[in-house]
T-cell receptor
Framework: SQELEQSPQSLIVQEGKNLTINCTSSKTLYGLYWYKQKYGEGLIFLMMLQKGGEEKSHEKITAKLDEKKQQSSLHITASQPSHAGIYLCGAAFSSGTYKYIFGTGTRLKVLA | EAEVAQSPRYKITEKSQAVAFWCDPISGHATLYWYRQILGQGPELLVQFQDESVVDDSQLPKDRFSAERLKGVDSTLKIQPAELGDSAMYLC???????????????FGEGSRLTVL
C-alpha cells in the first residue's frame, strides 16, 4: 500500500542481534497495528498502538508510535530463529468508511 | 478457540476458468475482509463487508471478480475468468466491528493460494 510504507523491505540478522523495522504513513494515524506472517499462512496480530508516544512490549518485541502518529517502529531484542517471518503494519484509513490496509511488509530472516 | 475458516487451501486452475473461494468468519464478527497478497508484497484490500453490505470494493477488479455475503455470515469470492496475474494468496479476515473505535485486531484465516496456469 502506498499509504503505509515499511522499511527495510528485507532483513537478515544473526541470532542474538537487535533489529528495527519502520512503518511510515503520509496521514495521521488513528491507530497502528503490527502483525506477523509466516510464509504461506495468515497474519497473526502482535499489538496495537493508538496514542502518540505510546509504546508496548510483548516478550522481546517492542513497538512505538511517534508523537505525530505518522510513524511506528518495531524493535526486536536478541533475535531468535522463531522471529523469522514477514512483519506487516496495518491501519484503518477513513474514506467515507474505514478501510483497513497494510504496509508493504518486511521479510526477516534470522541466522542461527 | 474460534477461527476464520477458508477453503480451498490450494487451488490450481487454467486461465479463463472460474474459481471460487469461501470464508466463514468468527461468529459474531460483523466485518469481513478479502485481501489479495502477491508474493513479496503486503495484503491488498479487495472488498470489505459490514454485515451483508459492501462498504468498500474500490480495488476489486469488477470485470472479473465478485464477492457476496448474502446473510451477513459467510462469504464467497469469485473470479471469472481467471488470468495468469491472479495467482496470489487470497486472505479472508474478520473483526467485531469496522467503526474505528471498535476495529481492534483482525483475525485471519490460513488463506487460499491460487495458481493460474
Amino acid at each position: 500500500s502506498q499509504e503505509l510504507e515499511q522499511s527495510p523491505q528485507s532483513l537478515i540478522v544473526q541470532e542474538g542481534k537487535n533489529l528495527t523495522i519502520n512503518c511510515t504513513s503520509s496521514k495521521t494515524l488513528y491507530g497502528l497495528y503490527w502483525y506477523k506472517q509466516k510464509y504461506g499462512e495468515g497474519l497473526i496480530f502482535l499489538m496495537m498502538l493508538q496514542k502518540g508516544g505510546e509504546e508496548k512490549s510483548h516478550e522481546k518485541i517492542t513497538a512505538k508510535l511517534d508523537e505525530k502518529k505518522q510513524q511506528s517502529s518495531l524493535h526486536i531484542t536478541a533475535s531468535q530463529p522463531s522471529h523469522a517471518g514477514i512483519y506487516l503494519c496495518g491501519a484503518a484509513f477513513s474514506s467515507g468508511t474505514y478501510k483497513y490496509i497494510f504496509g508493504t511488509g518486511t521479510r526477516l530472516k534470522v541466522l542461527a | 478457540e474460534a477461527e476464520v475458516a477458508q477453503s480451498p487451501r490450494y487451488k490450481i486452475t487454467e486461465k479463463s476458468q472460474a474459481v471460487a473461494f469461501w470464508c466463514d468468519p468468527i461468529s459474531g464478527h460483523a466485518t469481513l475482509y478479502w485481501y489479495r497478497q502477491i508474493l513479496g508484497q503486503g495484503p491488498e484490500l479487495l472488498v470489505q463487508f459490514q454485515d451483508e453490505s459492501v462498504v468498500d470494493d474500490s480495488q476489486l477488479p469488477k470485470d472479473r471478480f465478485s464477492a457476496e455475503r448474502l446473510k451477513g455470515v459467510d462469504s464467497t469470492l469469485k473470479i471469472q475468468p481467471a488470468e495468469l496475474g491472479d495467482s496470489a494468496m487470497y486472505l479472508c479476515a474478520s473483526s467485531f466491528d469496522a467503526s474505528w473505535q471498535n476495529t481492534g485486531e483482525l483475525f485471519f484465516g490460513e488463506g487460499s493460494r491460487l495458481t493460474v496456469l
